[in-house]
Antibody, heavy 123, light 107 residues
Framework: EVQLLESGGDLVQPGGSLRLSCAAS????????MSWVRQAPGEGLEWVSA????????YYADSVKGRFTIARDDSKSTLYLLMNSLRAEDTAVYYC????????????????WGQGTLVTVSS | EIVLTQSPGTLSLSPGERATLSCRAR???????LAWYQQKPGQAPRLLIH???SRATGIPDRFSGSGSGTDFTLTISRLEPEDFAVYYC?????????FGGGTKVEI
């Protein structure tokens, strides 16, 4: 059974930093691209970032580019999101998601989600 | 980026009724790379449909997806009490991935 367990969410002041973690189990982590998606309180879903397998090519939403860094440690089956220069508008539940392709060469989509971790940016 | 607009914002229906949710893109979604998710309060999103019309594993056949290009539809043939939730569409054919604003299906 696929399990994704996020941690690291906290209350942080504007301009501060935070590192989120997502511990994966139930599948061969190194074989799958992974992503972060966030949801501000009472709002919709917003894709944040993604990382491919092996080479680890990274992708970012414009709203976080230059401030957030996605990374993975395949030896620990763990996904990370390093968040710097945090702003009030970064306040959200952050979900980790496993990306799945239906066939080799097709585009992957978020198929499995963790329960999320809350980041609150406030003074 | 591809902007997705979902309508209606809220759908008020009764159990047993048919629900039709729309997701419209400002530009064509390549290869029908469109997915639908269900989210209940306090829970993570749950994948229902991918590739515009393929049901995810374990999803009941009362859920169906259709469409291509810029117009996509999620249909729930007969609403069950557990189907009252918020539904989101997602295009994953081009970066950045983008979600629609959601449709709330309420009793």
């Amino acid at each position: 059974e696929v399990q994704l367990l996020e941690s690291g969410g906290d209350l942080v002041q504007p301009g501060g930093s935070l590192r989120l973690s997502c511990a994966a189990s139930g599948f061969t982590f190194r074989n799958y691209a992974m992503s972060w998606v966030r949801q501000a309180p009472g709002e919709g879903l917003e894709w944040v970032s993604a990382i491919s397998t092996s080479v680890g090519t990274t992708y970012y939403a414009d709203s976080v580019k230059g401030r957030f860094t996605i990374a993975r440690d395949d030896s620990k089956s763990t996904l990370y999101l390093l968040m710097n220069s945090l702003r009030a508008e970064d306040t959200a539940v952050y979900y980790c998601a496993k990306l799945v392709e239906v066939a080799t060469g097709t585009k992957p989509f978020p198929a499995y989600w963790g329960q999320g971790t809350l980041v609150t940016v406030s003074s | 980026e591809i902007v997705l607009t979902q309508s209606p914002g809220t759908l008020s229906l009764s159990p047993g009724e048919r629900a039709t949710l729309s997701c419209r893109a400002r530009q064509s979604v390549s290869s029908s790379y469109l997915a639908w998710y269900q989210q209940k309060p306090g829970q993570a999103p749950r994948l229902l449909i991918h590739g515009a019309s393929s049901r995810a594993t374990g999803i009941p056949d009362r859920f169906s997806g259709s469409g291509s290009g810029t117009d996509f539809t999620l249909t729930i043939s007969r609403l069950e009490p557990e189907d009252f939730a918020v539904y989101y569409c997602l295009q994953y054919g081009s970066s950045p991935l983008t979600f629609g604003g959601g449709t709330k299906v309420e009793i």
